[in-house]
Each structure stands twice: as structure tokens, then as C-alpha cells.
């Protein structure tokens, strides 16, 4: 029976190596797991020397049967989504609050997580803590997991040693930020559903139904001109039958470059601008920004994360290049000595309640709370906006469907009713 050698943690989180006889890797695995081990590596014991060895590495080889591992980098997926990290985070919380120390709260959860990618990285992480580093360090090295604000909340827990606490705070933090964003997300989806709804059937019926109808008056007519709207329509439906290539094309082509014109920096200030400006989304915009820019802030602040640290990964983490210009305008006049106040005013981007609000809370010492409450009374203020603009929407999306379709419906009734008109006289 093939013997392997392996590495694993017990239940207290401690490393052992040893090795067992399996019949095959999976069953050395199952085997290490009944016995409450962890298994980090299983590998199978080989002989270099002998024949046997050489023709078992052999066969190995050219049957693949033991292990086979499909690696393409760009297919690989190495992010997980912001809930699957907010339900690790206050697990984790949990579990150090309880008393558990943390690589055996890592080796817990790293057992029962079922995401892969999330479960790969707390294996990791655990490796990273046994061998003698900072849990923030091994954050770090998973940027596309644990951003700035999560790492640098750590590192601040650590060193004051309440990493519980700040593992709590980023919990509820990560929470309130996951309940705003399906909020705004479900107010966008209704008019996006609306408006997709309203271009297949659009076009649906330029493209199948008009050419037929188009093709039934001129034998009806005679020759006869047809009525403006209807006119109007067939030469939609022409149009598009002509040139669908060059407008799938164009769709494409304003696509690419409305993501080309974003990604660089003036694209993102203006495309942000116009976001913070636009009709019906512009106040949401906003209020959704500012609830975000003082919740992280206040939580950074509270945690012990430095001030000038705090606005650096508040304006990286902002979410709005406005916003996060704004943030570093702030960033600026705080590095030179100045209060926040002065340049909160003078961006234009916040209210004035809430510019008073964090003067209050310099004048009393009391700015991390007084963030933290902005950003409480924000997210209720975005509450309440989304709950606006979805009982306005509703009425507007369907007038908008009832009014493209009716057109369309009438310019091809109109000429049959002067038809019918026709035959009756």
C-alpha cells in the first residue's frame, strides 16, 4: 500500500508531520481528517533508487491518474464577493471574541469555508501566522481580497491589541456598506430591466413586424403616401434592417470607449461629475458618497489608524474620483496643520450639515463619533432616496414603454384605417 508523507494542523493549531498508508491521496486526506487534522500538504513517498519507483513515476506521468491541475492564469478567479468576505469577517470576529486564539479561529473557518478562492487564502493565512507573521501582513499579501481599509484596520487592532474589536467594527462596517449597495443597486435595476424590455421589443417589431406590414400597404395603397408617423417608422425599420452591423458596432464602439474614457483620470472626474449632477440618480449619488467617505473615515479613526493614513485610504476607497479629489484636498490641508473643516467647504461636495457636524465634533474632540453619526443619518437619507426614486421611476418607465411601443402600434394603424375608410366609401 503506497505510503505519504504530510503536513497538517491538530485541533489545538499546532503543526505535525508524520505519514500514512493510503490507497490513494484522497483516502490519506479523509483518513487525516477523521483523526481531527487539518491536512496543509499530502504528498506521496517515492523511491529514487529502484526500478519499481522509476516505472511507478512513469506511469504517473503518462496516465495522469494521480493528480491532474488545469492552471490558466486569466481564467483562474482570484476575488471572492464583498458578502462572502463580510460573513469571513464576522466569523472570524466571533471566534477570537469567544476566546479562541487566531490561527485556530483561521484553521476553523478554513475547514467549513466553501468558497475556494476564500478557502485557499485562509489556509494561507494561517500558514503566514504560524510562521511567526502579523495577520496584517498576511492580508497584504492578498490585495485583491483585503483592501487597504481592511488590512491597515488590522494592523491598527494589532497594535493595540483589540484586533476582536476592530474585527467587530469592520463586521458591522462591511454590513451597513453591503446593505447600501443593494439598496442603490435595486433602485438602478428596475429602470435597467425597463429599458432592456423596451429595446427588444422595439426592436423586434422594426426588424419582423413593420417590413410586412410595409410590404401590405404599398400593395394595398397603391402607390398612395403613407402618414407621417408611419413614414417615420418604416424609415426606423429600413435604417436598422440596413445597417444593423455599423450599429451593433457603434453599440460597441461608445461601450469601449465610455470604459476608456473612465479609466483615466479627467474621464472619471467628468463621468463623476455628471454622475453627482445627473437628473433623478445625481442626489443619491451624493448622499451615497458621503455616507461611505464618513463611515470609512469615522471607522479608520476609531480603530487608531492615524488621521493623515485614514483620509489617504478613505480618497483610495472613496468610490468617486470627485469625492476622492476632495479627499486629498482634505489630506493636504491637515498635513499642513489646518482643520477639516476649511477644505470640506471649500470642494462643493458636502452639505453644510455636514461640514457643521464635523466642526462640532473637532471643537469637542469628538470627530470619530460625530463621522460615524453623519454616516448613520446618510444611510438612512439613502434609504429613503432609494425609496423615492423607485415610486417615481415606476410610473415614468412605464409611460416610457407604453408611449415607444403605442407609437409604433399606431403608425402601422393608421394607414390601415384609412384603408378601411377607403373600402367603406
Same mark, same amino acid.
Given at each position: 500500500m503506497p505510503s505519504f508523507t504530510?503536513?497538517?494542523?491538530?485541533?489545538?493549531?499546532?503543526?505535525?508531520?508524520?505519514? +500514512?498508508?493510503?490507497?490513494?491521496?484522497?483516502?490519506?486526506?479523509?483518513?487525516?481528517?477523521?483523526?481531527? !487534522?487539518?491536512?496543509?500538504?499530502?504528498?506521496?513517498?517515492?523511491?529514487?533508487?529502484?526500478t519499481a519507483g522509476k516505472a511507478k513515476k512513469t506511469a504517473t506521468k503518462a496516465g495522469g491518474s494521480k493528480e491532474l491541475k488545469l492552471n490558466i492564469p486569466f481564467l483562474e478567479k482570484k476575488t471572492i464577493k464583498g458578502k462572502t468576505l463580510m460573513v469571513f469577517t464576522r466569523q472570524l470576529a466571533t471566534l477570537i471574541d469567544a476566546g479562541l486564539p487566531l490561527l485556530r479561529g483561521l484553521t476553523v473557518?478554513?475547514?467549513?469555508?466553501?468558497?475556494?478562492?476564500?478557502?485557499?487564502?485562509?489556509?494561507?493565512?494561517?500558514?503566514?501566522?504560524?510562521?511567526?507573521?502579523?495577520?496584517?501582513?498576511? !492580508?497584504?499579501?492578498?490585495?485583491?481580497?483585503?483592501?487597504?481599509?481592511?488590512?491597515?484596520m488590522v494592523k491598527a487592532g494589532e497594535l493595540g491589541g483589540v484586533l476582536e474589536v476592530v474585527l467587530n467594527r469592520l463586521a458591522e462596517f462591511q454590513e451597513k456598506a453591503q446593505k447600501v449597495k443593494g439598496k442603490v443597486k435595486s433602485?438602478?435595476?428596475?429602470?435597467?430591466?425597463?429599458?432592456? +424590455?423596451?429595446? +427588444?421589443?422595439?426592436?423586434?417589431?422594426?426588424?419582423?413586424?413593420?417590413?410586412?406590414?410595409?410590404?401590405?400597404?404599398?400593395?394595398?395603397?397603391?402607390?398612395?403616401?403613407?402618414?407621417?408617423?408611419?413614414?417615420?417608422?418604416?424609415?426606423?425599420?429600413?435604417?436598422?434592417?440596413?445597417?444593423?452591423?455599423w450599429l451593433v458596432l457603434g453599440v460597441v464602439g461608445v461601450v469601449v470607449g465610455m470604459k476608456y474614457l473612465v479609466s483615466t483620470p479627467k474621464g472619471a472626474i467628468l463621468f463623476d461629475q455628471f454622475m453627482l449632477k445627473a437628473p433623478l440618480f445625481g442626489d443619491l449619488t451624493r448622499k451615497n458618497g458621503i455616507s461611505r467617505f464618513t463611515r470609512t473615515?469615522?471607522? !479608520?479613526?476609531?480603530?487608531?489608524?492615524?488621521?493623515?493614513?485614514?483620509?489617504? +485610504?478613505?480618497k483610495e476607497t472613496a468610490g468617486n474620483a470627485v469625492i476622492s479629489t476632495a479627499i486629498a484636498k482634505i489630506h493636504d490641508a491637515v498635513k499642513e496643520g489646518e482643520s477639516i473643516v476649511n477644505p470640506m467647504e471649500a470642494s462643493g461636495v458636502f452639505p453644510a450639515m455636514v461640514i457643521s457636524m464635523?466642526?462640532?465634533?473637532?471643537?469637542?474632540?469628538? !470627530?470619530p463619533e460625530m463621522l460615524l453619526k453623519v454616516a448613520d443619518l446618510y444611510d438612512d437619507e439613502v434609504d429613503n432616496a432609494v425609496a423615492g426614486l423607485t415610486s417615481l421611476m415606476e410610473p415614468i418607465m412605464i409611460v416610457f414603454l407604453a408611449v415607444v411601443v403605442g407609437s409604433i402600434v399606431i403608425a402601422l394603424f393608421l394607414p390601415l384605417i384609412g384603408i378601411i375608410s377607403g373600402m367603406q366609401q
Amino acid at each position: 500500500m503506497p505510503s505519504f508523507t504530510y503536513v497538517a494542523l491538530d485541533a489545538q493549531g499546532q503543526q505535525v508531520s508524520d505519514s +500514512i498508508e493510503a490507497v490513494s491521496q484522497a483516502e490519506a486526506v479523509n483518513a487525516l481528517r477523521k483523526k481531527g !487534522l487539518f491536512p496543509t500538504s499530502v504528498k506521496e513517498q517515492t523511491h529514487s533508487g529502484g526500478t519499481a519507483g522509476k516505472a511507478k513515476k512513469t506511469a504517473t506521468k503518462a496516465g495522469g491518474s494521480k493528480e491532474l491541475k488545469l492552471n490558466i492564469p486569466f481564467l483562474e478567479k482570484k476575488t471572492i464577493k464583498g458578502k462572502t468576505l463580510m460573513v469571513f469577517t464576522r466569523q472570524l470576529a466571533t471566534l477570537i471574541d469567544a476566546g479562541l486564539p487566531l490561527l485556530r479561529g483561521l484553521t476553523v473557518l478554513g475547514k467549513q469555508e466553501p468558497d475556494p478562492v476564500l478557502k485557499k487564502t485562509i489556509t494561507q493565512l494561517a500558514e503566514a501566522v504560524q510562521g511567526g507573521g502579523t495577520f496584517s501582513d498576511g !492580508l497584504a499579501g492578498h490585495p485583491r481580497i483585503f483592501n487597504k481599509l481592511y488590512v491597515n484596520m488590522v494592523k491598527a487592532g494589532e497594535l493595540g491589541g483589540v484586533l476582536e474589536v476592530v474585527l467587530n467594527r469592520l463586521a458591522e462596517f462591511q454590513e451597513k456598506a453591503q446593505k447600501v449597495k443593494g439598496k442603490v443597486k435595486s433602485a438602478m435595476m428596475y429602470p435597467a430591466i425597463v429599458m432592456v +424590455i423596451a429595446v +427588444i421589443i422595439m426592436g423586434f417589431l422594426l426588424v419582423f413586424i413593420v417590413p410586412k406590414f410595409e410590404q401590405i400597404f404599398a400593395d394595398m395603397l397603391g402607390g398612395k403616401p403613407l402618414p407621417l408617423l408611419t413614414q417615420i417608422v418604416v424609415g426606423a425599420s429600413r435604417g436598422i434592417q440596413h445597417n444593423i452591423v455599423w450599429l451593433v458596432l457603434g453599440v460597441v464602439g461608445v461601450v469601449v470607449g465610455m470604459k476608456y474614457l473612465v479609466s483615466t483620470p479627467k474621464g472619471a472626474i467628468l463621468f463623476d461629475q455628471f454622475m453627482l449632477k445627473a437628473p433623478l440618480f445625481g442626489d443619491l449619488t451624493r448622499k451615497n458618497g458621503i455616507s461611505r467617505f464618513t463611515r470609512t473615515l469615522g471607522t !479608520l479613526v476609531t480603530s487608531g489608524v492615524p488621521i493623515l493614513q485614514a483620509l489617504n +485610504i478613505t480618497k483610495e476607497t472613496a468610490g468617486n474620483a470627485v469625492i476622492s479629489t476632495a479627499i486629498a484636498k482634505i489630506h493636504d490641508a491637515v498635513k499642513e496643520g489646518e482643520s477639516i473643516v476649511n477644505p470640506m467647504e471649500a470642494s462643493g461636495v458636502f452639505p453644510a450639515m455636514v461640514i457643521s457636524m464635523v466642526d462640532v465634533g473637532e471643537e469637542t474632540g469628538q !470627530l470619530p463619533e460625530m463621522l460615524l453619526k453623519v454616516a448613520d443619518l446618510y444611510d438612512d437619507e439613502v434609504d429613503n432616496a432609494v425609496a423615492g426614486l423607485t415610486s417615481l421611476m415606476e410610473p415614468i418607465m412605464i409611460v416610457f414603454l407604453a408611449v415607444v411601443v403605442g407609437s409604433i402600434v399606431i403608425a402601422l394603424f393608421l394607414p390601415l384605417i384609412g384603408i378601411i375608410s377607403g373600402m367603406q366609401q
